[in-house]
């Protein structure tokens, strides 16, 4: 295992600096990091699924600016943008949700809430029900983008991309861009997607065979061995050697 970590920590190391983030090694945080703004990033977060170049492609056409428009001019700023699950109208009432969310005070006060009594799961899932009390619309594309609350850990997805979110609103370095308070880096929860699944497994970080929440927990519980007050330091260094085939 000390090896293991040796190799770990060489690889967040090699990664930690703004060249990581490219064209030629894109990444949606590199979208993120353009406004350091905590909402246009969790646009950039929960439309990061798909194809890395097609995700980049699509956020990078979302104006911050979509954030403050009148629905008419928000309509006509967007028309005929949609991707992959979501159709433009989807576009469109995810911006009116965002707009309702600033209103009535931001995405990190409504976490905080959660966070306080409950810690990470109970954070995201206030977050997560605000959301869709703010708005009655629904849709199949449109749910698939915010997901579902967390009501049971052991029947929950992974819920890769709130996590990734909550680990660039959260940490602080060359590449997360830290601008929430008040949320212990030790709490958070790897963002467990494929590349970081398959790459964890092979190297014997996690031993379960779903990738859903609880394996989700079980690799973070892993890193913190490594590091117990950071252990998400490991995870866009995971992804990469996935990403890259390293293995």
Excluded at 46 to 54: D, E, I, M, Q, R
Aim: glycine share 6%; net charge positive.
């Amino acid at each position: 295992m000390n090896t293991i970590q040796e190799y770990l920590d060489s690889q967040v190391a090699a990664r930690n600096c703004d060249s990581e983030l490219c064209a030629e090694r894109p990444d949606p945080l590199m979208i993120a990091r353009l406004y350091r703004d905590p909402h246009h990033a969790l646009t950039c977060a929960l439309f990061a699924y798909g194809n890395v170049k097609a995700i980049i492609a699509f956020i990078a056409s979302l104006d911050i600016g979509l954030q403050k428009l009148s629905e008419d001019e928000l309509r006509f700023q967007v028309k005929n943008k949609y991707y992959r699950f979501q159709k433009n109208e989807d576009v469109v009432q995810w911006f009116l949700t965002l707009q309702k969310l600033i209103a009535m005070g931001g995405a990190e006060r409504v976490f905080m809430r959660g966070y306080r009594t409950g810690g990470v799961i109970e954070g995201l899932s206030a977050l997560i029900d605000t959301l869709y009390t703010l708005n009655p619309y629904r849709s199949q594309g449109y749910e698939f983008l915010i997901g579902k609350p967390i009501q049971a850990v052991a029947k929950a997805s992974a819920m890769k991309r709130w996590m990734m979110y909550l680990r660039w609103m959260v940490r602080k370095d060359e590449l997360d861009m830290g601008l929430w308070k008040g949320i212990n880096p030790s709490d958070l929860i790897m963002p467990l997607d494929t590349h970081t699944y398959n790459v964890s497994r092979r190297l014997g970080l996690l031993g379960r065979k779903q990738c859903d929440l609880k394996a989700a927990m079980e690799l973070t519980e892993t890193l913190r061995q490594f590091d117990p007050l950071d252990p998400l330091k490991y995870d866009f260094a995971l992804y990469r050697i996935g990403q890259e085939k390293i293995l």
